[in-house]
């Protein structure tokens, strides 16, 4: 490869650790533009709303202290992504992007065939890594388990001992948390979001919050506590899931007879619930039009007809009558969580 830039395309991987695309580009040896984009286009998107954007903001907060203690910041920029990429090409003679898989929503697919479009354009190297237990391009789904299980015993990728620096590259804080771009006010509280945090609560769950998981994990406020709260960093990607996997395997294996008897079941519940996870997102991957029809068509067009202002508001604000349905959606408003 040439001493040109490369970029490291940050979406929902805000992390250092286990980083295939920021390890890879890093080894290149040349200077690394690590790249997150605020596209406004995505935050009009109606699953789109300001409590991401504050759990995003700490993450990007993290994300650039550590980019920097390792010699290059984060590069923020505003605006369409194919543009912005076009515009770092032509500014800084960038020659290769290195990014995650995604599995996101209809937008975020187009936008990303998009950027392959232009990369192709300009002869730009695309290079994209798998992403969590998914697998893309499957034949079968027989193979899935397989491959997901063997993806989660692999060594966990070190972080970057030093990002050689993109010269010239400006620098600029992403938008502030309450930017109009962000659609609605938050009511309630937000969780913390960005890595030290996820560290954080990974390791209480492990520790004594898993001891009752499977006792706690529908009811409402005694859920916040005994549920892991890693959701949103698994969503975000301030851990990899191939992270948690293996910090389960590494806590069953330290557990005393005594302690196996308060943990054991809840780690199993709590790591087959991990594999669930990659196992939905799995579905998205292979049938991507499940986020607009039913998966089964037998149910198009049963209940549209029938919605009722009304009762969506009861529902979503947590007033329709019905004591276990309100407290999870009260909470939800509230506390910005909601129940298994």
């Known amino acids: 490869m040439s001493g040109k830039p490369c970029i490291v395309w940050f979406k929902r991987d805000l992390r250092f650790h286990d980083h295939a695309p920021l390890l890879a580009a890093a080894e290149t040896g040349r200077p690394v533009i690590p790249l997150y984009i605020v596209e406004p286009e ?14 995003i903001h700490d993450c990007l907060t993290d994300l650039n202290s550590a980019l920097t203690d390792m010699g290059q910041p984060l590069v923020v920029r505003v605006g369409n992504a194919v543009d912005v990429i076009a515009d770092i090409h032509r500014e800084f003679g960038a020659r290769d992007v290195f990014s995650h898989e995604e599995t996101g929503n209809a937008w975020t697919y187009a936008r990303d065939l998009a950027v392959a479009k232009l990369c192709a354009d300009l002869g730009i190297g695309v290079h994209e890594f798998p992403c969590n237990g998914v697998v893309r391009r499957l034949h ?19 972080k970057p001992v030093a990002l050689q620096p993109a010269v010239n590259c400006p ?11 962000f659609d609605d006010p938050v009511e309630g509280r937000v969780q913390k979001g960005g890595r030290k945090s996820a560290v954080s609560d990974l390791r209480s769950f492990l520790a004594h919050r898993s001891e009752r998981y499977l006792f706690h994990i529908s009811a409402p406020l ?5 549920c892991s709260r890693l959701s ?12 948690v996997a293996q910090a389960i395997a590494n806590r069953r294996k330290q557990l005393s007879p005594t302690e196996k008897q308060r943990f054991g079941r809840n780690l199993s519940a709590f790591g087959a619930r991990l594999a669930w996870r990659c196992h939905f997102i799995q579905k998205l991957e292979d049938q991507p039009s499940i986020e607009t029809t039913c998966m089964h068509p037998a149910f198009e067009g049963i209940r549209e007809k029938d919605h009722n202002d009304a009762y969506f508001h009861a529902w979503s604000t947590g007033q329709t009558g019905y004591p276990f349905i309100d407290a ?6 509230s506390e910005g969580w909601i129940t298994f």
């Open 42 to 55: 995505l935050w009009k998107q109606p699953d789109a709303a300001r409590r991401h954007w504050y759990f």
């Open 140 to 158: 079968s789904r027989d193979d899935w388990s397989l491959i997901r299980n063997a993806r989660m015993a692999e060594a966990i990728k070190p």
């Open 171 to 181: 620098l600029q804080p992403p938008p502030g948390k309450e930017d109009p771009m």
């Open 222 to 226: 005694a859920s916040e506590v005994h």
């Open 232 to 243: 949103a960093h698994l969503a975000w990607g301030t851990l990899s899931v191939r992270e």
């Open 328 to 333: 999870c959606m009260r909470n939800l408003v």
